[in-house]
């Protein structure tokens, strides 16, 4: 059977009338398309019913998949604990998952479980399903930090073990759109919370989902959305199948996006293959960067190469431009891979005898040392883009308004501890937050006094 039905729901906990109250009635548009979404999920009578649930145990690095025979839960943290649920899972599906995911090395398995109760991200949908069909077992699957790619691949382990099992299987990708539609709402407005309603909604509703690889991480970050992982999911799900999509409703009166979309698989169509597809648009993107990497990068690149690769520092190139042999200055090194930073270390004053020497040492301790992140493995390096920032001399100033977040770069110090944020960053729109971050950095309080320097950086990509 494989996977019969997809559909994209949010979960605002007061569309349960016990939890609303009458407030719910101010999503009436949503809750109608979410009856019709669940009666035409049911329809299908699933099996197994795969959920993707944002408030599911979250990693950074890891998919956690739920354990055991099934779980319990109720929503008594909204004031309604007399609505309850209990579910089964379908274990024989999640050890095949893991299974799986393990032969593809995608980070993902039942460890890691630290409250079995069910959330809210997956109970809402739940709601609404068991009014038409509860004859179904579950696999319940949390998000992680990593790439879009990766989520992608999941849903593909996903549909792969449907089609071994013979499976009738359902997926839901349950997530709110944006939490920052207005002023007056819950979280704040951002201009990029009802841009991303727009766009996500035109995406889902024509079932692009090669378009879904198209919004940045800041971007996301900036609209506050929830979602964005489980549609990722779900869509890797129906990969290589032609699909009829339905957009069912689309509002926000409570400052956050709810959408409703449902997915019949049709037959086979293996033009719609969207990681293949990403990844060789990405493949070029990156070939042709590389193309016209400057010598500082390109050492960069050179040195993490081979480091990783053969354990060793390279030899220096002999032909480099003067300044790299001759000048010494702070430098920093940065990483990032699908768009993520993957690693970044610098200096603030030169350490080595020449900016070249600077580059090599940064690169090496980029890639293989900076503490938020595992060192880069060798099957990324065709994956990864580099920037060189090559500081100038710094200056003492009194006052954030000798701050321009696009040109100086900023160092905080308050005794022993200092912090320093780069200029010009993608999702550092303000002083304020150069600033909050900068402190963040050096473990100084957002309300504690700082000394500030200014500094400008030549930037090689």
Known sequence: ??????????????????????KENGIEKTIHAYDEAARQLAEHKPETIVLISPHQILYSDYFHISPGNGAK??????????????????????????????????????????????????????YFINKYWKDYKLVRIGLSGMPLAMHYELGQCIKMVADKLGRN???????????????????????????????????????????????????????????????????????ER????????????FGVGYGVCTYEPEGKDSGRSFKKQFENILQERLAGQRKNEDAYVGLARKTIEEYITMGKTPDMPKELPEEMQKKQAGVFVSIKKDGRLRGCIGTI?????????????????????????????????PWLTISV?????????????????????????????????????????????????????????????????????????
């Open 169 to 239: 299987v359902a997926v839901i990708a349950s997530g709110d759109l944006s939490h920052k539609l207005t002023e007056d709402g819950p979280y704040g407005y951002s201009k990029d919370g009802p841009e991303y309603g727009r766009r996500i909604m035109d995406v889902m509703e024509r079932a692009s989902f090669n378009e879904l690889f198209d919004f940045s991480e800041y971007f996301l970050e900036s609209a506050a959305e929830c979602g964005h992982r489980s549609f990722v999911i779900m869509a890797g799900t129906l990969d």
């Open 242 to 253: 032609a699909v009829e999509a339905r957009r069912l409703s689309y509002e926000g009166p």
């Open 1 to 22: 059977m494989g996977i019969t039905s997809a559909i994209m729901v949010p979960h605002p906990p007061l569309i349960i009338p016990e939890i609303g109250r009458g």
């Open 349 to 381: 004053e030169a350490v080595q005898s020449s900016i070249a020497k600077e580059i090599v040492a940064n690169a090496i301790s980029a890639a293989t040392r900076d503490p938020r992140f595992s060192p880069i493995k060798q099957a990324e390096l």
């Open 389 to 461: 920032d090559v500081l100038g001399d710094t200056e003492k100033i009194s006052s954030t308004d000798e701050l321009d977040v696009k040109r100086y770069g900023v160092i905080v110090t308050r005794g022993r501890r200092r912090g320093l944020l780069l200029p010009n960053l993608e999702g550092v729109d303000t002083v304020e937050e150069q600033l909050a971050i900068a402190k963040q950095k050096a473990g100084i309080g957002e309300d504690e006094p700082v000394e500030m320097e200014r500094f400008e950086v030549v930037r090689h990509y």
């Open 73 to 126: 839960g109720d929503f008594g943290r909204f004031m309604a604990g007399q609505v309850k649920m209990e579910v089964s899972y379908d274990t024989e599906f999640v050890k095949e998952l893991c299974a799986l995911a393990d032969e593809r090395d995608i980070p993902a398995g039942t460890m890691g479980e630290r409250d079995k109760s069910l959330d809210h991200g997956t109970m809402v949908p739940l």
